[in-house]
């Protein structure tokens, strides 16, 4: 996912910063927190995919989409 950038001043815990930056192998201030965005980006679609399977009753087709699928 790519967006167009912005420069901003922001006060940040540095201690979380490394520690992030450790977690996520960053080695800045600003790549540390663009992979962090990115993490929480990717985090809430995958809840909401687990959501959806739990709804749906798992990926792929419907009981029904199969049936068509098998009549010739």
Sequence with gaps: MTGRMTRTS?????EKAD???RILGTTSITTTIDAALT???NLDRRR???E???RDG???PSDAERRRLRTP
Excluded: K, Y
């Design 19 to 21: 520690a992030a930056g």
């Design 52 to 54: 959806r399977m739990r």
């Design 39 to 41: 993490e929480i980006v």
């Design 10 to 14: 922001l006060s940040i815990d540095r």
């Design 48 to 50: 909401r995919l687990v």
């Design 58 to 60: 798992g990926i792929g």
